[in-house]
């Protein structure tokens, strides 16, 4: 949880309010998109020298964290 709070924010401001990586305008969705269609950690970063892989990490926590939490409440 601590890594996710350290990477992601949520600000009304940027991407309607979307999460995304603290101080880029790049969304969580963005990136697990991206890893969805194949892209891997290295061709990310290559791409958005930006990022890193803790703040990938972060979006995969964040995404296995939102999955968890909506089967408790199911």
Avoid: H
């Amino acid at each position: 949880m601590n890594q996710i709070e350290k990477y992601i924010e949520i600000n009304l401001e940027k991407r309607f309010g979307k999460p995304v990586i603290k101080g880029t305008r790049i969304s969580v969705y963005d990136i697990l998109n991206w890893m969805a269609n194949g892209m891997d950690k290295e061709a990310i970063i290559k791409d958005f020298p930006v990022l890193n892989e803790n703040q990938i990490n972060a979006c995969l926590t964040y995404a296995a964290m939102r999955e968890f939490k909506i089967n408790i409440a199911s």
